[in-house]
């Protein structure tokens, strides 16, 4: 069984630019969810994709977008890059949306973005 | 909005000794609870989980009740090894479904021979 992965595992943008993370999701899930986490915090939620729509997103701006594809892979994209938007990007599936299993995730590796 | 408050690290023990990591919680209506468990070099594993107050998660010898009179969920482990160093993050869902967790800030745990 594949785990979820995470390309690129590392990347250095520069300010405005933009970028896209990618995301394989667990075989046989078809949520993903994405997470932000800062140095020294905790993973914060930016947003969730189920069966290729939006669904619940966090405190994000507009510029931080996404999509999911019928095999569940998904993509980050990121505009008008920030300082502020460095930080390690984990994408986490799950194998369905809501009910017993609400919560339990399996996490990527992440992506590292530094911001210059 | 929801919040989770958890010990500040590193904290570091001794192996075989007693681990409690404290975390507790804000949130309104009835948010599941979680433990997820970063080892190094890893991503975040799911490390147990609690759905109602007074339940009791619990694995790989690891342990923590939902206490909702003090909105209480503290991890607990009799004996620890030093394979359970890592980062552990405290979490809670929004209790609306889906998969929107909030997390606290983790502690580093570092067990020493």
């Not at chain 2, 003090?70 to 090894?81: A, I, M, N, P």
Request: proline letters at 4%; a negative charge; charged letters at 15%.
């Amino acid at each position: 069984e594949t785990g979820v992965t995470q390309s690129p595992t590392h990347l250095i943008k520069t300010r405005g630019q933009q970028v896209t993370l990618r995301c394989s999701s667990q075989s046989g899930h078809n949520t993903v969810s994405w997470y932000q986490q800062a140095l020294g915090q905790g993973p914060q939620f930016i947003f969730q994709y189920y069966r290729e729509e939006e669904n619940g997103r966090g405190n994000f701006p507009p510029r931080f977008s996404g999509l999911q594809f019928p095999n569940y892979s998904s993509e980050l994209n990121v505009n008008a890059l920030e300082l502020d938007d460095s930080a390690l990007y984990l994408c986490a599936s799950s194998p369905g949306f809501g009910g017993i299993k609400a919560g339990e995730l399996f996490f990527g590796e992440g992506s590292r973005l530094t911001v210059l | 909005g929801n919040s989770v408050t958890q010990m500040e690290g590193p904290v570091t023990l001794s192996e075989e000794a007693f681990l409690t990591i404290n975390c507790t919680y804000t949130a309104t209506g009835y948010p599941s609870l979680f433990w997820y468990v970063q080892y190094p070099g890893e991503g975040l594993q799911l490390l147990l989980k609690a759905t109602k107050a007074d339940d009791k998660g619990s694995n790989k010898g690891f342990e923590a009740t939902y206490r909702k009179e003090t909105t209480s969920f503290h991890l607990e482990k009799g004996s620890v090894q030093v394979s359970d160093s890592a980062v552990y993050f405290c979490a809670l869902s929004d209790g609306g479904g889906g998969n929107k967790l909030t997390f606290g800030t983790g502690t580093q745990l570092k067990v020493e021979l």
